[in-house]
């Protein structure tokens, strides 16, 4: 198996103009999801729940909702292009295939489909808080610094998800990693409820989660209170982006350099 | 004496073994491919052949031997050698979310290049291909033939000094595999070098200035094609049909001929055809062929006429 560090070099960056392009072609149905979606889930569960809620945690229902739905939307954005788009350019599209007859190696296909996820996730943040904006839940213009920590959610995701491509054999087995993986954090980690009403030894766990910090960075923004730890809480999110690209890259490299 | 590259080799492989496990798959071959050649692997299915070329692109690593193109070691330099290599691959790869001349855009983004210099080339290649007017089309409207020279400029994208083809012209119509070989002798005469794997030993023959037959990983026969069919076969064969059995007494003892059946189908390979033909003009009931000996026989006598997976 070949360990060897990756090196990140500029030409990542044509991976990630390539996804950009096709994006592009399918610009309205994608901004259309990107605005859908959340509009769906802070209507109904903001305005819905909210009306019997009332305040959670010292905030309107709808703030601490959108807030968290903000980072748990650039985590499910970034799983999906990790896995099932990833998944069709390695395998049955070959598009890796062509690309390592070029200049390009492994090392620069994994950092340009992660900074591609993570600008997924920034797109997908950005719309919902726009969204959340218009209905009011936006107590403060720092909202606007999750734009760069939403993409930072996003590298912190896009690495598992593309560590699972690699693994994968089908399309099927992404259900076990959205069942065991991505909807625990989206239930545990404080979208819903702040994690200190779980029972304890529940509350120790979730911190290791990488949700819960790319929570602990948004909702503060978006709710007007005082940021903290955020040294901690970057560091965690970094820690599993960068974990996870180097074993994306180990393992991709033994699928496709044989 | 002055050392340029001209005066070295393209690809040299010293050596080289590819083990998947306990099994061997590319057995210690050994090959130089000249500046300017077209260079041609041939073999049976599982011979080694997509192995070998994913070797000389690094995306295979060594498990023993050397093996360098351009002088430069692989796998260590594979970007370096991508670069200036261009690639033709056996399965389809060309990316279906962009139209024909999108997807020469963004390959050639993977080269690094860019700018108003590309039009020109884009089109130069598409004119190459016969594809000007389907510049805008997507890739799932086009028949597998367009979708091969699409594959063929792509590879030429970045005017490389190696183009290599693994099995190009595969399940292709006469008409469209003419073309391309008129194009891959377009490619040679304009000083690239081509590396060449293939099915067809008819394109193995008008292409090739040089090959090479492996099998079971191991390299078999080497030279160019008109001496391999000099050293490895009788230079006439006549071909019958119908024969049943009779083949013996139709032929009788002066035939001097080595004999092959398959199925209704009798091979009499000889360095003197006359007296067999003289013979078969008496029996009029049976069809019978009688032409040179070609790449084919070679390769049916060297490797067998068992079936391969």
New interface residues.
Partial sequence: M?LRVPRIRP?AL?VW??NV??WR?LITPSLLINFGEPLLYLLGLGFGLGMFIGDMAGLPYLTFLASGIVASSAMNTASFEGMYSVYTRMVP???Y?????????VDDIIAGEMLWCATKSTISATAILLVASLLGAVLSLAAVLVVPIAFTIGLCFAGPAIVMSAFSKSYDFFNYYFTLVVTPMFILCGVFYPIESLPATLQSFVQVLPLTHAIALVRPLVADQPLTNIGLHLAVLLFYAAISYYLAVILVRRR??? | MIHTEAATAIIEAIGVTKRFGAQEVVRRISFTVPRGQCFGLLGPNGAGKTTTIKMILGQSPLTAGVLTVFGKPLPDHASVVRARTGVVPQEDDLDPDFTIAENLRVYASYFGLEGRGLDTRIKELLEFVSLTDRAEARVDQLSGGMKRRLTIARALINDPDLVVLDEPTTGLDPQVRHMIWARLRDLKHSGKTLLLTTHYMEEAERLCDDLLIIDHGAIIAQGSPKALIREHVEPEVVELRGADGRIESLLGERADCRIESVGDTVYCYTHDSTPVTQRLQGTPELSFLHRPANLEDVFLNITGRDLRD
């Fill in positions: 070949d030409r044509k103009r390539r392009l096709v072609k599209q070959r598009t295939g062509s690309m390592l007859a070029t200049p390009l190696d496709l350099i044989v």
